[in-house]
């Protein structure tokens, strides 16, 4: 099965064409617009009734869309309203997937940023992490921005992005890109991002995790093609 985590910059309703040559069974798209808010009937026959979508407005929010031969059933219990742009899915009675992409916002009253929004999702959320989930998507996040973050999690460490590997490779979640490369978080030689789409400006911020094995194959886009659509480059991972 062919996967593809893109954060699109929105207006995918006029990108869908672009990525669907990726030839994909399944798309986690980030900040793509509701389909069925839409306004374009092209959009909403690429999504038909195969997916899932959630977010704070119409115009910008996280999307998983699936062809028709695959099964997608939600996960609602880890589905719930504090995290607007957390997808859990079971795929074709399976595995889990679920989508991730990681904002600036406030949960319960509490400023969060990027990667602490995982932690939070994680301890509340913990018997969805084991080996039969795949997460990937957007988590704007790297180890090399550690001490920006300074809150703490229940087990009094911080929400950064090392802490988030340790507690995913807890329940032997890894991630895919850094084991099929042999590379070291914040040591990537890949990039994922471009901030304003300025070349000279490349971060590794986007993620697939799961159990070591499942993952066999992943690929960044190319660079010239995606960043006149996106300041984000696809990852297209096949799994068993």
């Known amino acids: 099965m062919k996967i593809v985590s893109w954060n699109c910059a929105s207006k995918f309703r006029e990108k869908y064409t672009s990525i669907i040559e990726e030839d994909?069974?399944?798309?986690?798209?980030?900040?793509?617009?509701?389909?069925?808010?839409?306004?374009?009937?092209?959009?909403?026959?690429?999504?038909?009734?195969?997916?899932?979508w959630t977010g704070d407005g119409k115009d910008k929010g996280?999307?998983?869309?699936?062809?028709?031969?695959?099964?997608l059933?939600?996960?609602?219990?880890?589905?719930?309203?504090?995290?607007?742009n957390f997808i859990a899915l079971r795929v074709n009675d399976s595995f889990n997937l679920l989508g991730v992409w990681t904002v600036k916002g406030q949960i319960n009253d509490k400023k969060i940023e990027y990667v602490e929004m995982i932690h939070d999702f994680f301890d509340e959320n913990i018997s969805l992490f084991n080996e039969n989930l795949i997460m990937c998507g957007d988590f704007n996040s790297n180890s090399i921005?550690?001490?920006?973050?300074?809150?703490?999690?229940?087990?009094?460490?911080?929400?950064?992005?090392?802490?988030?590997?340790?507690?995913?490779?807890?329940?032997?979640?890894?991630?895919?890109y850094h084991k099929l490369n042999n590379e070291e978080q914040g040591k990537e030689t890949q990039s994922t991002f471009y901030l304003y789409r300025h070349l000279d400006k490349p971060y590794h911020i986007d993620y697939v995790y799961a159990a070591e094995g499942i993952v066999t194959d992943l690929k960044i886009g190319d660079v010239d093609k995606w960043i006149k659509l996106s300041d984000h480059i696809p990852l297209t991972f096949e799994i068993k």
């Open 24 to 52: 994909a069974d399944i798309y986690v798209i980030q900040e793509c617009e509701d389909p069925a808010k839409a306004k374009s009937d092209e959009y909403k026959d690429f999504a038909g009734d195969n997916y899932f």
């Open 62 to 71: 996280l999307g998983i869309f699936a062809g028709g031969h695959v099964k």
């Open 73 to 84: 059933e939600k996960l609602d219990e880890y589905c719930g309203t504090d995290f607007k």
């Open 145 to 176: 921005w550690d001490k920006t973050h300074r809150t703490k999690d229940k087990e009094g460490n911080a929400k950064d992005q090392t802490n988030m590997n340790r507690k995913l490779e807890s329940c032997n979640l890894i991630s895919a």
